[in-house]
T-cell receptor, first 114, second 116 residues
């Protein structure tokens, strides 16, 4: 198994509060991704990183920010959580830019915003 | 832009039945194609992949052939087991990867349930 952990695994929070989700890898892979999974939408990319301090937006980045200060950690922050951000969040890693490279996924974080 | 369309679920089959889950894609050039599987309570795992036309990916008895002429990558298995119950995602990666497009595009997923 790829060494990817996510924390917390479950979180319930209230609208308007800030939330930070953490993804940690032990593989030293360059690329890290944050996705959200919602019924009827599959996985949608929120943000991704191609190196320390190098990040870019995905297709559903509004309301989210990310930071990567170390190779092994990629943080996803909801500055002010809304009910529409209730979802399951997955982190993924990949070794290089090759289009055929496999992405390895973490176990997910289930976030509920009340 | 790139897109993936896969068979709507849920799909329910009896053990030992033949499985097909359809996947078609829209992309420029020759993308790489993937099937990922998600077991209950877990993240996605790569099931198989194909990187060029007519390639066949295979793993755990599952197969999928990259068909450029029909822009398809259908997943098949000859005899399913209860342990195959999961959600299956078709995905593609761009032909040429450069900064800004190192992304997978996923289908919406197909939930498969196998009954003993």
């Amino acid at each position: 198994d790829a060494g990817i952990t996510q924390s917390p695994r479950h979180k319930v929070t209230e609208t308007g509060t800030p939330v930070t989700l953490r993804c940690h890898q032990t593989e030293n892979h360059r690329y890290m991704y944050w996705y959200r999974q919602d019924p009827g939408h599959g996985l949608r990319l929120i943000h991704y990183s191609y190196g320390v301090k190098d990040t870019d937006k995905g297709e559903v980045s509004d309301g989210y920010s990310v930071s990567r200060s170390k190779t092994e950690d990629f943080l996803l922050t909801l500055e002010s959580a809304t009910s529409s951000q209730t979802s399951v969040y997955f982190c993924a890693i990949s070794e290089s830019t090759s289009g055929a490279d496999t992405q390895y996924f973490g176990p997910g974080t289930r976030l509920t915003v009340l | 832009g790139n897109s993936v369309t896969q068979m709507e679920g849920p799909v329910t089959l009896s053990e030992e039945a033949f499985l097909t889950i359809n996947c078609t894609y829209t992309a420029t050039g020759y993308p790489s194609l993937f099937w990922y599987v998600q077991y209950p309570g877990e993240g996605l795992q790569l099931l198989l992949k194909a990187t060029k036309a007519d390639d066949k990916g295979s793993n755990k008895g599952f197969e999928a052939t990259y068909r450029k002429e029909t822009t398809s990558f259908h997943l098949e298995k000859g005899s399913v087991q209860v342990s195959d119950s999961a959600v299956y995602f078709c995905a593609l990666s761009p032909t040429t990867v450069f900064f800004g497009n190192e992304k997978l595009t996923f289908g919406t997923g197909t939930r498969l349930t196998i009954i003993p």
